[in-house]
């Protein structure tokens, strides 16, 4: 996930605000030593904050002008996160790729399979690799309806 701010950016933004937090600190007459005892807390503060991912900011799309069913503003959600995930290696695997082994495993099931490592030869590499291998990403929207063609005909 990307910060909110890049690291030398962050670094020197909490610098700035330790110094300035110090000097308020030492005119208010604290003793030097407890200005940076202080001081240093709200640095790492700063730039832990500045650190954040933004995991926590929403993509506001707009439904599409037509809307004929309600399915339609399902489709623009799913197709926003899919965006997301294509662009976030992390989101893809904490998100989307969690649904797609569920939606598998169920499929497999169905024909009495009862593990991902069983049900290899069915799925077929790619779809395993895509659902199983630490390294895999999100693939392109095309190989994507492959990907979900296969898991609906199983």
Same mark, same amino acid.
């Given at each position: ?80 996160? &899919?965006? !997301? ?12 790729? +969690?649904?797609? =082994? *569920? $939606? @598998? %495993? ?16 069915? &799925?077929? !590499? ?12 999100? +693939?392109?929207? =095309? *190989? $994507? @309806? %492959? ?8």
């Amino acid at each position: 996930m990307t910060p909110l701010v890049g690291l030398v950016r962050a670094l020197l933004l909490a610098l700035a605000t330790g110094v300035v937090a110090g000097f308020a600190l030492v005119k208010l007459g604290a003793p030097l030593g407890w200005a940076v005892v202080v001081a240093l807390p709200v640095a790492a503060l700063v730039l832990l904050l500045a650190r954040l991912p933004r995991a926590t900011d929403i993509a506001w799309s707009p439904l599409p002008a037509h809307a004929s069913s309600a399915t339609s503003g399902q489709a623009s959600t799913l197709a926003g996160r &899919l965006e !997301e995930a294509s662009r976030d290696r992390d989101r893809f695997l904490s998100r989307v790729r +969690p649904r797609l =082994r *569920a $939606l @598998a %495993e169920a499929r497999l099931r169905q024909r009495g399979v009862t593990t991902l490592a069983e049900g290899r030869s069915l &799925l077929g !590499e790619d779809v395993y690799r895509l659902l199983t291998h630490p390294d895999a990403a999100l +693939p392109h929207p =095309r *190989a $994507l @309806a %492959e990907v979900l063609d296969r898991l609906e005909n199983l």
